[in-house]
């Protein structure tokens, strides 16, 4: 009786993994860098803080970019 082994180990596609670990680094830049942590910082926040602050909920992000964009 003869034997046949028919495994094998799957073929990974170089770019994907080229193309995850980018999108890995600017993820973790975008997650290091300061404004990120400020709109997480006043998401976190109640409507009423927000409102002391002058800030609307669906404004904060204009609110920490204002700087970057006008509109």
Same mark, same amino acid.
């Given at each position: 009786?003869?034997?046949? /082994?028919?495994? $094998?180990?799957?073929?990974?596609?170089?770019?994907?993994? %080229? !193309?995850?670990? %980018?999108? /890995? !680094?600017?993820?973790?830049?975008?997650?290091?860098? @300061?404004?990120?942590?400020? %709109? =997480?910082?006043?998401? +976190?926040? +109640?409507?009423? =803080?927000?409102?002391?602050? @002058?800030?609307?909920?669906? =404004? %904060?992000?204009?609110?920490?970019?204002?700087?970057? $964009?006008?509109?």
């Amino acid at each position: 009786m003869a034997m046949t /082994n028919t495994a $094998y180990a799957p073929r990974t596609n170089v770019f994907a993994q %080229i !193309g995850n670990r %980018i999108m /890995n !680094g600017l993820v973790a830049m975008a997650e290091a860098n @300061g404004r990120v942590k400020q %709109i =997480e910082r006043l998401q +976190s926040m +109640s409507d009423a =803080e927000l409102a002391s602050r @002058g800030i609307k909920r669906n =404004e %904060i992000v204009h609110h920490v970019f204002r700087d970057m $964009y006008h509109v």
